[in-house]
């Protein structure tokens, strides 16, 4: 059981230049998330989305875009990156409702570096 | 919105006891979690707390008072591997009645010998 799949691990990007952030989960969880975190800050959600073919946008969403095409899969679009994008880019899942188990799964994380 | 408070920085010795603190303020509130992260890893779930009152899970406990908009991180008998961001963060419902988790900053805690 993988859990929640992020890939890459690393990755420098120029400025100007767009990449996509993949993320899967094989637990069949409805909810999924996109949250960057800056050295010494919390997470913040730039996306998030309750279902295949339904996203919304979070506390930061400029300059991301996401689809939810599959429950498994919900990637993160970066569009012109910029400086301000370099940060630690976590994907997370879980079930809806409450209760222990609506404790999110995180992926290990992408560190994006915008030069 | 929300807004949560924790400590930046804890020190404490291997083998006693610790407690972060948690404050919030939200118009929705709908459970409370903590998670650990280790430097350069992602977040792990730790506890869960929706109704007020003291969570065991071995070593670790959580309490909650939603009246003073208050909970804690206990950990007990710490060991050098507890060394880690604590993140305190807050559920609830927004507008869309979407439940909405905001994380707090974290507390670094050092275990020192």
């Known amino acids: 059981n993988a859990g929640v799949t992020q890939t890459p691990k690393f990755r420098i990007l120029k400025i100007g230049q767009s990449m996509t952030l993949q993320c899967t989960q094989d637990?069949?969880?409805?909810?999924m998330y996109w949250y960057r975190q800056d050295p010494g800050m919390g997470l913040k959600l730039i996306y998030y989305?309750?279902?295949?073919?339904?996203?919304d946008k979070g506390e930061v969403p400029n300059g991301y875009n996401v689809s939810r095409s599959t429950t498994e899969d919900f990637p993160l679009r970066l569009e012109l990156a910029a400086p301000s994008q370099t940060s630690v880019y976590f994907c997370a899942s879980s079930y809806p409702g409450g209760g222990v188990s609506n404790g999110y799964t995180f992926g290990s994380g992408t560190r994006l570096t915008v030069v | 919105g929300q807004n949560i408070d924790q400590p930046t920085e804890m020190t404490a010795t291997e083998g006693a006891i610790v407690q972060i603190n948690c404050t919030y303020q939200t118009s929705g509130f709908n459970g409370l979690f903590w998670y650990q992260q280790h430097a350069g890893e992602a977040p792990t779930f730790l506890s869960y707390n929706v109704l007020d009152g003291l969570e065991e899970k071995g070593r670790f406990s959580s309490f909650l008072s939603r009246s003073k908009g208050y909970s804690y991180l206990l950990l007990k008998e710490l060991q050098m591997k507890d060394s880690a961001s604590y993140l305190c963060?807050?559920?609830?419902?927004?507008?869309?009645?979407?439940?909405?988790?905001?994380f707090g900053t974290g507390t670094k805690l050092q275990v020192i010998p």
């Open positions: 989305s309750v279902g295949a073919g339904i996203t």
């Open positions: 963060a807050v559920r609830d419902r927004d507008s869309g009645g979407y439940q909405k988790v905001t």
């Open positions: 637990m069949n969880h409805n909810y």
